[in-house]
T-cell receptor, first 115, second 112 residues
Framework: DAGVTQSPTHLIKTRGQQVTLRCSPK?????VSWYQQALGQGPQFIFQ???????QRGNFPDRFSGHQFPNYSSELNVNALLLGDSALYLC??????????????FGNGTRLTVT | GENVEQHPSTLSVQEGDSAVIKCTYS??????FPWYKQELGKRPQLIID?????GEKKDQRIAVTLNKTAKHFSLHITETQPEDSAVYFC???????????FGPGTRLSVLP
């Protein structure tokens, strides 16, 4: 049973460029959330996708966008990269149960460095 | 919106001693509180969780307590071992959707 997989594992980009990160959820999960984890901090919620739509969004600018595909996999896109976007980007999947929260299962993350 | 505070930021204990990490949350509508362990360079992994209809939950050497009135919850690790060394994050659910607010983390070091 495959867990959450993310690609690539590491990425180096130049300020102003665009980047796409990919995530495949754990088998049986239908909800994908993206988190940004700066060094030494807790994960910060970016957005969540369910049924191919953005269901919730955290306090991140429109430069951050995403997509969920029919097979539940997801992409995170960041445009016009800033130095401050350097962080570990974590994808987490869960199963929408409708009436109560279920735990997040995290991938290993993509380490993005913006120079 | 929800805000989660976590203390201490670093904690060193001798092997075999107990460790306690405390978190407070601000939104009384939060009803689910997971704890994650993140080893260096690895993914956060769920170690225990508790829902608001329960005051305490235990799993071997790990336990979590919840005080809804005071809006705080704590992680207790007994008989600590070197492999318990990691960063621990508490989290609280937000009222809408399966979203969570995380605390800033506690770096636990278990000294042999």
């Amino acid at each position: 049973d495959a867990g959450v997989t993310q690609s690539p594992t590491h990425l180096i980009k130049t300020r102003g460029q665009q980047v796409t990160l990919r995530c495949s959820p754990k088998s049986g999960h239908d909800t994908v959330s993206w988190y940004q984890q700066a060094l030494g901090q807790g994960p910060q919620f970016i957005f969540q996708y369910y049924e191919e739509e953005e269901r919730q969004r955290g306090n991140f600018p429109d430069r951050f966008s995403g997509h969920q595909f029919p097979n539940y996999s997801s992409e995170l896109n960041v445009n016009a990269l800033l130095l401050g976007d350097s962080a570990l980007y974590l994808c987490a999947s869960s199963l929408d149960t409708g009436d109560y929260n279920s735990p997040l299962h995290f991938g290993n993350g993509t380490r993005l460095t913006v120079t | 919106g929800e805000n989660v505070e976590q203390h201490p930021s670093t904690l060193s204990v001798q092997e075999g001693d107990s460790a306690v990490i405390k978190c407070t949350y601000s939104d009384s509508a939060s009803n689910y509180f997971p704890w994650y362990k993140q080893e260096l360079g690895k993914r956060p992994q769920l170690i225990i969780d508790i829902r608001s209809n329960v005051g305490e939950k235990k799993d071997q050497r790990i336990a979590v307590t919840l005080n809804k009135t005071a809006k705080h919850f704590s992680l207790h690790i007994t008989e600590t071992q070197p492999e318990d060394s990691a960063v621990y994050f508490c989290a609280a659910s937000t009222p809408y959707g399966q979203n969570f607010v995380f605390g800033p983390g506690t770096r636990l070091s278990v000294l042999p």
